[in-house]
């Protein structure tokens, strides 16, 4: 009976630290559906010569198990997937790209 119910606790134990780790993995907005309105990207402009971006490249399993992929910006501390990066010719582009991709067994 002591076996038992350790092996219940340490399920349980195993069971949350599970949920909190698929809880703290990077996700995709998600896709909007058919027929909706769908607004411009965030345009993103260069300035004196320059365009420093800052992007994470993140994935998640939607509901039907398709892995998504995604670039994320954020913007005044809210994510914003994919902005539009306007340059003029002959402008620089400074793109720090971060990975933060994970893989579908890590859940």
Same mark, same amino acid.
């Given at each position: 009976m002591? =076996? &038992? /119910?350790?092996a219940l606790i340490l399920t349980l134990v195993c069971g949350v630290a599970a949920i909190n780790a698929s809880?703290?993995?990077? %996700?995709c907005p998600s896709r909007p559906q058919p027929g909706t309105f /769908?607004?411009? @990207?965030?345009?993103?402009? =260069?300035?004196? +010569?320059? *365009?420093? %971006?800052? *992007? &994470?490249?993140?994935? =998640?399993?939607?509901?039907? #198990?398709?892995?998504?992929?995604?670039? %994320?910006?954020?913007?005044? +501390?809210?994510? /914003?997937?994919? @902005?539009?990066l306007r340059l003029n010719p #002959?402008?620089? *582009?400074v793109l720090n790209l971060t990975t933060n991709t994970h893989s579908p067994f890590d859940r």
């Open positions: 002591h =076996s &038992k /119910i350790q809880a703290q993995l990077p %996700v /769908i607004s411009n @990207p965030l345009d993103l402009y =260069s300035q004196n +010569g320059l *365009l420093t %971006v800052d *992007l &994470k490249l993140q994935n =998640s399993t939607d509901e039907f #198990g398709f892995m998504n992929y995604c670039y %994320v910006y954020m913007y005044q +501390g809210q994510p /914003i997937e994919a @902005p539009t #002959g402008d620089r *582009l």
